[in-house]
Structures are given as C-alpha cells and as structure tokens.
C-alpha cells in the first residue's frame, strides 16, 4: 500500500463550490492498449488519473523497499567503464509507455547498483540514512509540487517554512530579529551568507564618516541592493577561515567577485580548530594593510575532522573589528538536538549560520538553511518583479519567501523536516546523532590502539582521519599508494565505502559515521579488509621497495 493511498480520493470537506469534483466522482482515465501509445494527458497527476498515481508510486515503493531489505553490500562494485554501455544503449526516443517495463529498466540502469547509504559499512562522506517520515513528507511536497518563491504558490508551505526557521534561530539563540531561508544545501547558504556579509561590508565602509569613497546618501543606502557595491570597495575585502574550513567558502569568494585570494587560511591547531592567537594577528594585519576583514568563518565540524573552532573566542574578536561572523554548522547542526548541545557554545553570537538537515538531522537530500541574526540583512538578496512579488506585497505583509532567497522557484524541503519533528520528535533525532558521536569515539580507541593504523586526531563529531602505516620503514610514496589502493580495492570490491584525504601531504583514509545501525563489528570489519588490500599490494611490490629511501 502506498505511503499516500489514503489521501488522492477522500473527498475533502473544503472543496470549493464549483469546483472540479474529486475522483470518487469523476471516472478513472482508461489505460490504453498495447498497440496504441498513451496520450501525454494520461500521465497528468490530476482527478482523473489519481487511481494510477497510487499504484505507480506504490510498485515504486514496492521495488525500492525489497531492495533495501535485500541490500547485503553497500555498492555492487561496477565501474565506469562496466556501466556506461547499458546507459548507452538506452534510446530515450523511444519510449516504454508503460510504468512497469520502465521500473525493470531502472533496475539495471540504477537501482542494482546504487550506493546505498543506509548500509552500515557505508563510511564514506557525509551521507546519512534517511528517517521514514521525512520520506512520507518526499512523497508529499513532490505530488503537490509547491514552489516556495510565493505567497501564492504555496500558502501553508510558506508558513510551515518560516515556523522552522523561527525554531532553528531558537535552537541557535540568534534572538527574536532572527530570519533564514531554506536553501539546496551548505555550499548555497555559505554563499548567501558571503553574499550578505560582502554587501554589508560595503555598506559599512560606505557610509562611516571618513570613508575615502563617495559616501552614500540615506537614500542609496536603503535603495536597491547593488547600492552598497563599489567597485573600489570589493579589491580590499578579506574573509578569513581556518585552513580545514569547507571550500565552498573559496567558491563563493570567486563567485561573488573577490577572488579566491581573498579568503585568508587561518593555521589549526593539533586538534584542528582555528587558532585563535593566529586569527587575531591575521585581523591586525588586515586592519595595517588597509584591508577589510569582512567576514571570519568559524566552522562547527570541519568535513574531514569534525572538528568545532573555538566559537566564543572567535565572536569576540569577531566584535572588536567589526567582522560578521558566519558559522558553517553545516555537519554540526546535529548538536542543537543533542545532549552535546554545549559544544556549539558560542554558535549564538553568529552573524549567520549555516545548517545542513540533509547531514546531522537525517533528512533525505535536500535539506539546508541559512539563518541570520538581523532579518534587515537579508534586504541585500530582495528584487522585485512586478508578476511575481510587487513591492505592494511587502507593503500588505504578504509572506514571499523569494524576498529572502537567491533562487526564485523553490522545493517545498521544509515539509520532510516538519513531519519528522511532528511524528518522532527532535529528542529522538538527536540521540541518534549522539550515538554515532559515540560509536566515532570508541573507534578512535580501537584505531588507536591498532598497531595498523596512524589516527590523525580524536573526534570532536564522528569523522576518524586514519592511514595504513605497516610495520618497518616504508617510502612515504609507496605509504600513499598502499592507502590509495586499499581504498579503490575496497570500493571495487563493494564490501565497504570509506573516503580519502590529505593530510599534510600525505594520503589518508576516512571513516564518517552517520549512521546508528553501524557496529564497532562493522568498523573491525573495514578495518581488517582495508588491511588485507594493504597487505596484498605491498606484497606485489619489488622488495627494495619496502626499504626507507
């Protein structure tokens, strides 16, 4: 049965008089023969047709629910090279027109040999297992189809999404002039949040009283948003982040005309947390070179590392030299659900935020916001159009979430994470991201005691940076490429999916642990066939080879 079989049919007590009849009361569309191709009308969800929504989408359930169930390997192994023919060969000009023969296909195509994320020895990146509601809200917001740009579009979608804003910003403590957006993920909300920082950046540096720019009149300042651009501006603003910080934050600087060069690496420390003395000195020299520290981006849980810069001493000096301070709480957002909840300490003097739900609050791809102390900011993403959002609407207090994005069409994500609150609660969601915190530190033990194995640091989240370092000297380049190996081997081999890394130089390998279902077993296990695949190409290797150069 399907997730939604009770909902296309059930007249509704609010149908609108006049309006079209439910499908209780209008007949069935006809499935035509075999001979003869479906008219495109009969693929339309709509009245006629919701009998055949309801069974295609249940044999689509059907088939990837066995699938799961019967899913022993996380990835069948196949490469490139051994599926690219069956895709190939797919004429997509001539269609199966019929559901059926179309679901087998996607077996072959797909399905076989997805990588499946729900496996335990899936270790890889920063991908979780999904929780059932939030599938049934997938299921939902797709057949409905809002589009959360406007009031018009979506109604209650549109008010569904800000009361999780409003509810995130109170997990954070960013106060009650606190606003965000829903976003496709971190990589989109660190670039607003850059977007925003530069612009109010700009303005500041615009409108002070000795600014040796044309200062901008009140009028230009509370004008358009390109206002508080100048060109001769933008060549001395400085984002500085740690040197493990996500590179999205390059990205954006390159996107919104900075450069890359314009994001200063700030050196870690052991534990791989900014260095706030460095920080400091890194302010001081922007402030003598006359350059503009426009924002400090403090990650909370490093991809790699997991590891949550120092956040409180960050936002001081983040206050003493008037930087905007973004936090990328993008992994680490799980901790405003957990009873870790105070290593986020300091989260709540953030400028902006970003969250990923698609990461720590187990919710299926895409779900991420950007949040921001001071609703205002967020003006510096607002146009208007006359046929979709007329300044007249803001004038009425009329609810357009595309005032506050930077894109206009928009999915309707906040519904996966408002049933998964209103069905099993944020108590729940975050125990189960406290237990892969804890599954990550009795790892670390295990690796760490493991003659085997070189551990980089001990988590803060669940991420473990390892390497393969057998017994005896070993050229450095050959360590590389026995970990190298060990990692494509075992990926071929679909056992088990783990990351990879640099560290100083040097190939590592990665567990990311964001799934509850996984064992200390299932990591012995990985660390054991990673082993073997070690083991054996070393003893491929000619024997002068194994000597310290």
Not at 4 to 25: I, M, Q, V
Not at 175 to 202: H, K, P, V
Not at 519 to 534: F, M, P, S, Y
Request: proline content about 6%.
């Amino acid at each position: 049965m399907s997730l939604l079989a009770h909902s296309a049919e059930d007249p509704s007590p609010h149908r609108t008089p006049g309006a079209t009849p439910h499908a209780t009361n209008a007949p069935e569309t006809e499935t035509p023969s075999a001979c003869e191709p479906p008219d495109g009308r009969s693929y339309l969800l709509g009245n006629g047709t919701a009998r055949q929504y309801r069974h295609a989408v249940t044999e689509g359930v059907d088939r990837v629910g066995a699938k799961i169930a019967t899913t022993r390997r996380p990835f069948t192994g196949i490469s490139v090279d051994g599926l690219t023919p069956t895709l190939a060969g797919i004429d997509l000009d001539a269609p199966l027109h019929d559901p059926t023969a179309a679901l087998d296909e996607l077996e072959d195509v797909y399905l076989r040999d997805a990588v499946y994320f729900h496996h335990p020895r899936y270790l890889a990146h920063l991908n979780c297992p999904v929780v059932i509601p939030a599938l049934v809200g997938e299921a939902v917001l797709t057949a409905v189809n809002s589009s959360l740009d406007t009031w018009d579009q979506s109604a209650g979608g549109t008010l569904i999404e800000r009361r999780l804003i409003d509810w995130t910003a109170r997990r954070i403590g960013l106060g009650e002039q606190a606003d965000g957006i829903f976003t496709s993920g971190g990589t989109q909300s660190n670039l607003q949040a850059m977007l925003l920082a530069r612009d109010e950046a700009c303005r500041r540096e615009l409108t002070r009283d000795d600014t040796p720019f044309p200062k901008l009149s009140p009028t230009a300042e509370q004008g358009m948003p390109h206002s508080t651009r100048h060109s001769d501006v933008l060549p001395r603003l400085r984002i500085l982040a740690s040197e493990v910080s996500h590179f999205s934050i390059q990205k954006a600087a390159t996107l919104l005309g900075l450069g890359a060069d314009a994001v200063l690496p700030v050196p870690v420390d052991e534990t791989k947390r900014m260095r706030t003395d460095e920080l400091a000195a890194e302010l001081e020299r922007c402030r003598r070179d006359g350059l503009i520290p426009m924002a400090v981006v403090a990650t909370a849980g490093t991809t790699d590392f997991g590891s949550i810069d120092p956040l409180p001493e960050i936002a001081a000096l983040c206050a003493r030299h008037g930087a905007w301070m973004h936090v990328d709480a993008a992994y680490g957002c799980g901790l405003l659900i957990s009873r870790r909840r105070a290593l986020l300490s300091g989260i709540e003097h953030a400028d902006s935020v970003t969250v990923d739900y698609h990461k720590s609050f187990f919710q299926p791809v895409s779900s991420s916001a950007v949040l921001v102390r001071d609703h205002t900011t967020l003006r510096h993403v607002t146009y208007h159009a006359d046929y979709l959002n007329p300044r007249r609407m803001a004038e009425k207090r009329i609810p357009n979430q595309v005032d506050k994005s930077i894109q206009t069409t928009r999915r309707f994500d906040a519904l996966k994470l408002w049933l998964t609150l209103r069905t099993m609660g944020a108590d729940a969601l975050g125990g189960l991201f406290d237990e892969v915190i804890d599954r990550a530190a009795d790892a670390w033990k295990l690796l760490h005691d493991d003659p085997r194995f070189d551990v980089v640091t001990e988590p803060q989240l669940s991420t473990l940076v390892f390497r393969y370092v057998p017994g005896g000297d070993l050229d450095p380049q050959l360590s590389d490429r026995v970990n190298l190996h060990a990692r494509e081997a075992l990926f071929a081999s679909g056992d088990a999916i783990v990351a990879g890394t640099v560290v100083d130089g040097r190939h590592y390998l990665k567990f990311t642990l964001l799934n509850p279902e996984t064992t200390l077993e299932d990591i012995t296990t990985v660390l054991d066939l990673i082993a073997g695949h070690a083991g054996t190409y070393l003893a491929e290797q000619p024997e002068p080879a194994l000597s310290a150069r």
